[in-house]
């Protein structure tokens, strides 16, 4: 890996002006070497070269939307789909091309959850007596894997379901050409054992910049202090974790591999002074 550093600061002639620029990147990617494991039939089963963390699975292609689709008798069968499948159902790849899918067909899915890139840039600003200040953060090559309710809405009878599942795969969706996140809703143990297999499918792409800090600040002037006996007067305002720019629309992207029932990063205002005399 690597990582460097970059700062710039400026000052105008008459000193009313200074403005500065820091920025940071890293750059940290692992691989086993070698793992003592049992010897595996597909070299995509297999830790020894792939990242830690690295997470396996089935790779998904889609979602059947028709019932010609599951008909075709060229597709693989899956191990796991019992009584057969129905429209809404998760598609996977025969990664391995022996028409059935079953474990057999996992591979390296997604990234792990620790960030291969780590970066952030400060920008700031002192004009007279005002100052600003802004702080961005960000992380890339990584993932986040949902399982649970965040997968499963009212999984093992509960009652629980996230936002997300308001865009689970129903006929009227599909054929009104609405964004599809999720498969069919159905609480069937039966179909959860094709379709929550751990794949490609629940795996979320959770690289994100964040706008970490933003801070506005004035100092009063010497010439007015001195008028009410005071040394020195700073008022600030800001916020933390203002936004953030993500592909994941419903979590938060640095929470870990989980059902989503985390508690998430706050935003958070602060206001106050600096008084001396």
Not at 159 to 170: D, P
Not at 180 to 196: D, M, N, Q, V
């Amino acid at each position: 890996g690597y990582e460097f550093e970059l700062g710039f600061t400026n000052t105008t002639r008459n000193g009313n002006l200074r403005y500065w620029v820091n920025a940071n990147y890293t750059f940290a990617r692992n691989k086993i070497i070698y793992m003592d494991e049992v010897p595996q039939p597909f070299p995509g089963l297999a830790m020894t070269g792939s990242r830690i963390g690295q997470m396996k699975g089935l790779l998904a292609d889609g979602i059947y939307n028709t019932i010609e689709e599951i008909n075709d008798p060229n597709r693989p069968r899956s191990q796991w789909e019992g009584s057969g499948l129905r429209p809404g159902d998760i598609r996977y790849v025969d990664v391995n091309g022996d028409k059935i899918i079953d474990d057999n067909d996992r591979v390296n899915i997604g990234n792990p959850n620790i960030p291969e890139i780590i970066y952030g840039a400060t920008f700031g600003l002192q004009w007279k007596f005002l100052e600003v200040s802004v702080f961005f953060q960000g992380a890339g090559n990584v993932s986040t894997y949902l399982q649970g309710e965040a997968a499963w809405p009212f999984i093992a009878g509960t009652k629980t379901a996230f936002a997300n599942a308001e865009q689970s795969w129903s006929e009227e969706r599909y054929k009104a050409g609405l964004p599809i996140t999720l498969p069919r809703l159905t609480a069937s143990p039966e179909a959860g054992k094709h379709y929550y297999r751990q794949s490609s499918f629940w795996m979320q792409e959770a690289s994100y910049l964040r706008l970490k800090n933003l801070e506005i600040a004035a100092n009063f002037s010497k010439a007015f202090l001195d008028k009410v006996g005071i040394k020195n007067l700073r008022v600030f305002i800001n916020g933390q974790n203002l936004h953030t720019w993500t592909k994941m629309p419903y979590f938060d992207p640095e929470i870990p591999n989980s059902n989503g029932s985390i508690y998430p990063v706050m935003r958070v205002f602060n206001g106050g002074f600096n008084l001396q005399f």
